[in-house]
């Protein structure tokens, strides 16, 4: 009994990766549309797309305090409600300015939601079931973004250039969903027992432990409380000494998340697909759908073997095939021009083999380990700055493809699309595999194994001053 609850738990919450997903996918199917009716260059449509991702960085930026303060639960619901707003009017933006507005407001809850939903699920879970559990929010993002492709195809008419609009308003049905759900979901236990909430903490402990395991992880709880009682829960606690590994690993695993160029994939495939030689905005979105399958796909076989293998044989798996499935992209579209239209499908094969790598890897464990690495006192700041930086990352490499691609293209390769001299992403790609080269080199210091051991375990492990290498 008590297993069904912490997955009804934690598959309500991870419905707030679905809403990231869909509302982050879906401006990849909705541009080659919104593009034609506002009549836009590149340059605007980055700065459409690098909106989101704005409001995304300030939702991270000022909700980690919040959260640690009026609990996780309030949080999520109040991130419910901004990602239904803004999915109205993201679809009803009557200008171009009225969306880019839209996109920041919703990106908001884009941000909120991307901490604080893997730290509730974390918190709520098993040591045991840990990873696998927290690792749905990244499964139910990709289901969001697969969600928001086939969405997109559905509502996709090359005949009706405001068809995008019906695509953004889809997005309210999730919203409400995880709005309601998690109306009827618990406070963290975690949380409760660190605000002196003691009763309340330990009721929620015993549905999803069980009241034999109960008194024994509110002893757990209580001691690292104790122990931490000196300890403030501002930005300066995060810069003490003890917790620098912590900081390094949250930030630095969510630069690599993102600086091996997957949301240039999520945001722009059907650009690179018409790039590739499809024909058409509908047929290059159906290639995009792909990427949604197989994303989704991959995600699922990590959230099977995360806890059974372990972080870092997953880690240094799937950075290796990144690697290498990157550079291969770099010379299948150097050749483009030779290989003809068996360049055009060994380019979505590619694209398909580094989604796959990436998705059984640092995509949810990026997430996972954010909300395992910091302390309870500052658990909800820390997995802020976090979030914090995987937007800020996100928004450097989203808003400067078009323009990595176009300074990295070597004359000769120019690929033409409608007269329009779009470059050629083969520099890009192998500047992402540069730094999935060095995401290997920083992983063997930095990514700790953390399977199987409590949140109360680390905690004590980084006072003791211990190497993350070194942590089982």
Not at 160 to 185: K, N, T
Not at 365 to 390: C, T, Y
Request: hydrophobic share 50%.
């Amino acid at each position: 009994m008590k297993n069904t609850i912490i997955y009804v738990l934690a598959v309500i919450a991870a419905t707030g990766g679905l809403l990231f997903g869909f509302d982050t996918g879906v401006i990849s199917g909705a541009i080659p549309f919104f593009q034609k009716d506002f009549g836009l260059d590149n340059s605007m449509v980055e700065l459409v797309t690098s909106a989101g991702l704005v409001g995304a960085i300030l939702g991270a930026l000022f909700c980690g305090k919040i959260t640690d303060i009026l609990g996780r639960k309030v949080v999520i619901l109040a991130s419910a409600v901004i990602f239904t707003i803004g999915a109205l009017w993201s679809g009803f933006a009557p200008s171009i300015e009225q969306l880019i507005i839209a996109r920041l407001f919703l990106g908001i809850a884009i941000g909120v939601s991307s901490f604080a939903v893997p730290l509730y699920i974390a918190e709520i879970s098993p040591a045991n079931k840990r990873g696998s559990l927290v690792s749905m929010f990244q499964l139910m993002i990709t289901i969001g973004v697969l969600a928001s492709y086939l969405s997109d195809l559905m509502f996709a008419d090359e005949g009706d250039m405001s068809c995008w609009r019906p695509m953004f308003y889809i997005g309210v049905v999730p919203a409400l969903i995880l709005l309601i759900g998690m109306a009827f979901m618990p406070e963290s236990p975690r949380w409760l027992i660190s605000r002196g909430r003691d009763e309340e903490g330990k009721s929620v402990l015993a549905r999803i432990e069980g009241n034999e395991a109960m008194e024994d992880s509110y002893k757990t709880i209580k001691n690292e409380l104790i122990k931490s009682e000196k300890d403030k829960s501002g930005i300066k606690e995060l810069m003490k000494p003890w917790l620098r590994n912590a900081v390094i690993i949250g930030v630095g695993i969510m630069f690599f998340q993102q600086f091996v160029g997957i949301n240039t994939v999520i945001y722009y495939s059907p650009k690179i697909f018409l790039m590739a030689g499809f024909d058409g905005a509908v047929s290059a979105i159906w290639a995009a759908v792909g990427v949604g399958v197989v994303n989704l796909l991959f995600t699922i076989v990590s959230v099977y073997f995360v806890d059974r293998l372990g972080r870092r044989k997953l880690y240094f798996t799937g950075l290796t095939g990144i690697f290498v499935s990157l550079l291969l992209l770099g010379i299948c579209f150097t050749h483009f021009s030779y290989l003809g239209e068996m360049g055009k499908w060994l380019s979505i094969i590619l694209v398909f083999v580094y989604v796959a790598f990436y998705a059984i890897s640092i995509g949810p464990l990026g997430w996972l380990i954010i909300s395992e690495v910091f302390p309870q006192k500052v658990r909800g700041l820390g997995s802020s700055l976090g979030s914090l930086s995987v937007w800020v990352f996100n928004t450097v490499v989203t808003f400067t493809f078009f323009k990595i691609v176009k300074a990295f293209t070597v004359e000769g390769t120019e690929i033409y699309l409608d007269g329009e001299n779009l470059g050629n992403p083969a520099g890009a790609f192998w500047f992402y595999a540069i730094v999935a080269l060095a995401a290997i080199i920083w992983g063997y210091f930095y990514v700790p194994e953390t399977k199987g051991v409590t949140l109360e375990k680390i905690e004590e492990y980084w006072r003791k001053g211990g190497k993350p290498r070194h942590l089982r």
